[in-house]
C-alpha cells in the first residue's frame, strides 16, 4: 500500500516537472525576443523618431514617421473593407452555413483563413497592381483587408453561435423581422466576441509583412495618394534590418518595438473587453 | 364567454414524426386556461403553433387552422401575429446586453410602433403591469442580467406586454423560479387575465388549479379533456385524465 503511494508520489512530481520544464523552455524564445526587442529598440526612441523622416540610408538622423503613417492608414483603409465585410459573412455563416448550399462559403472561408498571406500579395499584385502598373497605397489595404476577412467572418460567426438559441427566439417572438432580430438582437448580444475579433484582426494586419512587399512597395516619403507607393513599420524593418548601416539597424529596433507595444495595447484591449462580459 | 382562439384540427410533425394529433380547442377570452399533462406530451408544441414559432424550424410541418378572432393565423403575416400574440418562456431570456429599460422597449422600437417619447410612458406603462416598476424604477439603465431571476422573469413579460398585445402565451412561465417568485407571477397572470386573453402550458397540476379558469389536458399529442378548471379536476370524465390527476401516470 505504501509503497503504491509513493509510486504515485513520485511519478506526480516527475510529470510535474516535465510540464514545468517544458513551459519554461517554451516562454524563453518569446522572453528573450521581448527583452531584445525593448533593449535595442527603447535606445532608438526619441522626438524625431516619431515625426521626422528617415532620411537618406547610412545618416543617423531622421525617424520613421512616414512608416507610421503608412501604417495607420493601411490599418485603416484594409479596416474599413475588411470589417463590414467580415462581419457580414460571419453573420451568413451562422445563419445558412450548416446548409448544403453553403458548404462551399464556409469551405473557401476556412481555406482563406489558413492561405499563407504572401499568396494573397501575390493575388493582389496580378489584380490590381499589375494593371494599374504601380505600387499602391490601395493595392497594399486591399491585401490586408484579405487577410482580415475570414478572421473577421470565423470569430463573428462563432460568437454568434454562442448566443443560446433562446435569446433569437424571444425575439423572433416579439415580431421583430428576421434581419432585425440578427444584428439588433443576436449580433448585440454576441458584440463582445464581435469586437474582440476585430480588434484580434487588426492587431494581425498591424504585424504583416508579405502581402505588403507585393503591393505597396515602401517608400522614403509622406503619404502621397492611393495610387502611389506608401511605407509601413514591417516593411520598413524588413528593408533596414538588411542595411550595414547602424543607424539603420537601430530605426528598425525601434520600429520593432512600437509594433511590440502595439500588439501588447490590442491584446490587453481584447483581454479587458473579454473580462467585461 | 367569446372565444379568442379557435384551434381547428391542428396537426404538427417533427420530420415524419408526429407529435400534435387532430387538436380542437376553443380558447375564451379574458381568462386563464391552462394546458397540462405529463412531459413530452406536445403542451409546448402546441403553443408555439398558436403564435407560429415553428416557422423558425425547417423540420416542423404545422396543419390546420389557428383563428385569432376568426381569422387564421397561418394566412396573416407572421410579423404580425406574433405582435398580437406575445409569448412568455419557461427559462427568464432577457437580452443580455441591454439594459432594463431597452428590454423593455426593443420589441417597440424594432417594430416602428412608437416615437422616442412616447417609449418611456410605454416602458413605465409596461414594468407596472408586469409588477415590476417599484423595484427597478430607479436603476432602469442597470443591464437586465443584474435583476435577480424572478425579476428577469416578470422584466420578460414586460417585454411582452410592451407590444400591447391581444393574447399572451406562457410556456411553465414558473418552473426555473423559487417559490416566492413563482407566486409573484401567479398574482401576476391573475391580474392580466382582465385585459388579456392567457394561455399557460404547466406541468404543475396544483398551479393550473389556483390561476386557471379552464384547463386542457393533453397525452400523446392530443387534447383528452377540456372543461372548467373546477369541473375537470373534480368530476374527469376520462380515465386518463383521472389517472394524471391523481398521480397515476406522469
Not at chain 1, 548601416?245 to 473579454?274: D, E, H, I, R, T
Not at chain 2, 412531459?39 to 385569432?68: F, M
Amino acid at each position: 500500500m505504501i509503497s503504491l503511494r509513493v509510486k504515485k508520489k513520485v511519478q506526480n512530481t516527475f510529470l510535474f516537472l516535465f510540464a514545468f520544464l517544458s513551459t519554461i523552455i517554451a516562454i524563453i524564445p518569446l522572453f528573450s525576443i521581448i527583452f531584445e526587442v525593448i533593449k535595442n529598440g527603447i535606445e532608438a526612441i526619441n522626438l524625431d523618431f516619431f515625426i521626422q523622416l528617415p532620411g537618406p540610408l547610412g545618416e543617423s538622423i531622421g525617424g520613421i514617421a512616414n512608416a507610421i503613417q503608412g501604417t495607420l492608414i493601411l490599418v485603416t483603409l484594409a479596416s474599413i473593407i475588411g470589417v463590414p465585410i467580415g462581419v457580414i459573412t460571419g453573420i451568413y455563416l451562422y445563419e445558412y452555413g450548416k446548409e448544403k448550399k453553403s458548404t462551399l462559403i464556409s469551405f473557401s472561408v476556412d481555406l482563406l483563413y489558413d492561405l499563407p498571406s504572401i499568396v494573397v500579395g501575390i493575388f493582389v499584385y496580378i489584380t490590381v497592381v499589375s494593371p494599374m502598373r504601380s505600387f499602391s497605397a490601395l493595392a497594399g489595404a486591399l491585401a490586408l483587408a484579405i487577410v482580415m476577412i475570414p478572421i473577421i467572418a470565423k470569430t463573428t460567426e462563432e460568437s454568434l453561435t454562442l448566443v443560446p438559441p433562446t435569446i433569437s427566439e424571444a425575439g423572433i417572438a416579439l415580431g421583430i423581422p428576421k434581419w432585425k432580430n440578427i444584428i439588433f438582437i443576436v449580433l448585440n448580444s454576441a458584440k463582445n466576441g464581435v469586437l474582440n475579433g476585430i480588434v484580434l484582426a487588426v492587431a494581425r494586419i498591424t504585424g504583416e509583412t508579405a502581402p505588403l512587399i507585393m503591393t505597396c512597395l515602401g517608400s522614403n516619403f509622406w503619404f502621397s495618394g492611393m495610387d502611389k507607393p506608401i511605407n509601413s513599420l514591417t516593411l520598413l524593418i524588413w528593408r533596414y534590418a538588411m542595411q550595414p548601416y547602424p543607424s539603420a539597424v537601430k530605426k528598425a529596433w525601434g520600429a520593432a518595438f512600437l509594433l511590440l507595444l502595439v500588439a501588447l495595447a490590442l491584446n490587453l484591449l481584447v483581454k479587458s473587453g473579454g473580462e467585461r462580459k | 364567454m367569446k372565444t379568442k382562439i379557435e384551434i381547428r384540427n391542428l396537426n404538427v410533425w417533427f420530420n415524419k414524426r408526429q407529435v400534435i394529433y387532430d387538436v380542437n380547442l376553443k380558447v375564451p377570452e379574458q381568462a386563464i386556461t391552462a394546458v397540462i399533462g405529463p412531459s413530452g406530451c406536445g403542451k409546448s408544441t402546441l403553443l408555439r403553433a398558436i403564435n407560429r414559432l415553428h416557422d423558425l424550424i425547417p423540420e416542423a410541418k404545422v396543419k390546420g387552422e389557428v383563428l385569432l378572432d376568426g381569422k387564421d393565423v397561418y394566412k396573416e403575416d407572421p410579423l404580425v401575429v406574433r405582435r398580437k400574440i406575445g409569448m412568455v418562456f419557461q427559462k427568464p431570456v432577457p437580452f443580455p446586453s441591454m439594459s432594463i429599460f431597452e428590454n423593455v422597449a426593443i420589441g417597440v422600437k424594432l417594430n416602428d410602433l412608437a416615437k422616442k417619447e412616447r417609449l418611456e410612458k410605454i416602458v413605465e406603462r409596461s414594468l407596472r403591469m408586469a409588477a415590476l416598476w417599484e423595484e427597478v424604477k430607479d436603476i432602469l439603465e442597470s443591464p437586465a442580467t443584474s435583476l435577480s431571476v424572478g425579476q428577469q422573469q416578470r422584466l420578460t413579460i414586460a417585454r411582452t406586454l410592451a407590444l400591447e398585445p391581444e393574447v399572451l402565451l406562457m410556456d411553465e412561465p414558473t418552473s426555473a423560479l423559487d417559490p416566492v417568485s413563482m407566486k409573484k407571477i401567479e398574482e401576476l397572470i391573475v391580474n392580466l387575465k382582465n385585459d388579456y386573453t392567457i394561455v399557460v402550458v404547466t406541468h404543475d397540476m396544483r398551479q393550473a388549479a389556483r390561476i386557471s379558469d379552464f384547463t386542457a389536458f393533453m397525452y400523446e399529442g392530443k387534447i383528452i379533456e377540456f372543461n372548467e378548471t373546477s369541473e375537470l379536476f373534480r368530476n374527469p370524465k376520462e380515465e386518463i385524465t383521472e389517472k394524471y390527476i391523481t398521480g397515476r401516470i406522469s
